[in-house]
C-alpha cells in the first residue's frame, strides 16, 4: 500500500465526510475508507450515509488526539451485482489542522508559574515560566551566594526544557 502523509506541530487533525458513497458490504471487505490515528483505528467504513447497509460512518467529523489522521481508500475495482453495473459517486473528505489547546499548566506543590506569553493562552508555542518557592530551588553564583534573581528554568507548551541563566549554576 502507498501512503502520503503529512503532520504538523501544535495542531490536531480533524476530518469531515461531506459525501459518502461507497459499495455496501459485510465487513467492509470489498471498497471501504479506514481513518486511523497514531494510536489506533477510528472506524473502516462502507456503503452510504443514512442506509442500513454496509457500515457507513454514523458521525461526519472524525477528530485525532494528535497530530496525525490517515484516510486509506481500499478498492475491488469491481461495482457489479447480479450481472448489473452498479456506480457509487465515492466520498468527499475534508481536513483541517486545529489548533490544539494543551490545557492548564500543571501546578507544583512548592511553586508556581507565570505566562511568558499572553494570559490563559495554552496553545502550541505558548511560554510559560516555572518557579520553584525557596528553600526548594536556589541558584547560586560561583562563589556560593545566592543568586534566585539571576536565573530561571522555563518550558514551552512543546514541553522543551530551556535552561536561563548567566554565570548560575544549580544546586
Not at 473502516?44 to 457507513?56: A, E
Not at 454514523?58 to 481508500?73: A, D, P
Not at 496553545?123 to 516555572?130: G, P
Request: charged letters at 20%.
Amino acid at each position: 500500500e502507498d501512503h502520503c502523509g503529512h503532520s504538523t506541530h501544535g495542531v490536531q487533525g480533524e476530518t469531515q465526510f461531506w459525501q459518502f458513497d461507497l459499495e455496501p458490504s459485510q465487513g467492509c471487505f470489498y471498497d471501504y475508507v479506514k481513518i486511523s490515528t497514531d494510536k489506533k483505528t477510528l472506524g473502516t467504513f462502507c456503503g452510504q450515509l443514512g442506509s442500513p447497509l454496509g457500515n457507513p460512518p454514523e458521525r461526519m467529523e472524525f477528530v485525532s488526539q494528535g497530530n496525525r489522521i490517515l484516510l486509506t481508500f481500499h478498492t475491488d475495482f469491481s461495482n457489479e451485482e447480479n450481472g448489473t453495473d452498479i456506480f457509487y459517486k465515492g466520498f468527499q473528505a475534508h481536513y483541517q489542522a486545529v489548533v490544539k489547546d494543551c490545557g492548564q499548566p500543571r501546578s507544583l506543590p512548592n511553586g508556581a508559574f507565570n505566562y511568558t506569553t499572553r494570559e490563559g493562552v495554552n496553545t502550541y508555542e505558548a511560554r510559560i515560566q516555572y518557579c520553584c518557592h525557596e528553600p526548594f530551588y536556589k541558584m547560586h553564583s560561583n562563589d556560593g551566594t545566592s543568586e534566585s534573581e539571576r536565573g530561571f528554568f522555563s518550558t514551552s507548551s512543546a514541553w522543551e526544557a530551556e535552561k536561563h541563566h548567566r554565570g548560575a549554576s544549580m544546586t
